[in-house]
């Protein structure tokens, strides 16, 4: 089974489709929930912990950590 896997962003919200966002939801022709690009459960079921609304702010190969804007530090 492959280990759990961390992403982080700035953003607040989980990843969703920008060109659909752009050209098909603001002209009023997509729903809403045709947005995201995948499913709240699908981060789960794969082992994917989206760290959201934070920023990278160092790196550290070395120890293979993430030091986040909070101060938190991840592997």
Not at 4 to 23: G, I, M, Q, V, W
Not at 31 to 49: G, K, N, V
Request: hydrophobic content about 30%; some cysteine; glycine content about 4%.
């Amino acid at each position: 089974m492959p280990a759990p896997s961390r992403s982080s962003a700035r953003s607040t919200r989980y990843p969703y489709d920008r060109p659909n966002l752009s050209k098909d939801y603001l002209a009023g022709t997509a729903e809403e929930a045709w947005i995201p690009l995948r499913s709240h459960e699908f981060y789960a079921e794969h082992q994917i912990d989206l760290i959201l609304g934070v920023r990278v702010t160092s790196i550290d190969s070395t120890r293979r950590r993430c030091v986040l804007d909070d101060g938190r530090e991840i592997e």
